[in-house]
């Protein structure tokens, strides 16, 4: 079954800007990063819960194709899509387009997992279940 991604907007801020007056490539991050935690929040999935239970989500890589570069003032959407890559790995698939015209600025794979309290791998259930919605399909 072919989920939507989740899609959040925003618009760049002076101070994300560098000294070439486009956003910094740092800041890219940022934005990406804000759409995984407000996605996982409309799932059902709370990082205060999951801290309090010795649980952190962690990046372990992050591919970032930059494709055309934002500037103050500009508006744009990221959006966010989850996938399984292992048993106890997922990605979260994201784009940003600028506004209105749609132009894509960025893809990203971000790929992460979660550790207890000893370090170890761990998959708690509620992300277990978002991400076995679905499954990649090259590893």
Same mark, same amino acid.
Request: contains cysteine.
């Given at each position: 079954?072919? @989920?939507?991604?989740?899609?959040? /907007?925003?618009?760049?801020?002076?101070?994300?800007?560098?000294?070439? @007056?486009?956003? &910094?490539?740092?800041?890219?991050? &940022?934005?990406?990063? !804000?759409?995984? !935690?407000?996605?996982? *929040?409309?799932?059902?999935?709370?990082?205060? #819960?999951?801290? #309090? &239970?010795?649980?952190?989500?962690?990046?372990?890589? +992050?591919?970032? $194709?930059?494709?055309? %570069?934002?500037? %103050?003032? $500009?508006?744009?959407?990221?959006? +966010? *899509?989850?996938?399984?890559?292992?048993?106890?790995?997922?990605?979260? &698939?994201? #784009?940003? !387009?600028?506004?209105?015209?749609?132009?894509?600025?960025?893809? +990203?794979?971000?790929?992460?997992?979660?550790?207890? %309290?000893?370090?170890?791998? @761990?998959?708690?259930?509620?992300?277990?279940?978002? %991400?076995? /919605?679905?499954?990649?399909?090259?590893?």
């Amino acid at each position: 079954m072919e @989920h939507k991604p989740y899609v959040l /907007q925003f618009k760049v801020r002076d101070y994300e800007c560098d000294m070439a @007056h486009v956003v &910094n490539n740092s800041v890219y991050m &940022n934005y990406l990063e !804000h759409c995984r !935690h407000e996605y996982l *929040k409309t799932v059902g999935i709370d990082f205060s #819960k999951l801290v #309090k &239970n010795k649980i952190s989500l962690i990046i372990t890589r +992050a591919e970032v $194709d930059y494709k055309w %570069s934002l500037v %103050s003032g $500009d508006e744009f959407e990221v959006s +966010a *899509k989850i996938e399984r890559v292992s048993k106890l790995r997922f990605a979260f &698939n994201q #784009k940003i !387009h600028r506004l209105p015209d749609r132009k894509l600025v960025l893809e +990203a794979k971000i790929i992460g997992t979660a550790i207890d %309290s000893l370090g170890r791998p @761990h998959m708690p259930e509620e992300l277990d279940k978002i %991400s076995n /919605q679905v499954t990649a399909t090259t590893a």
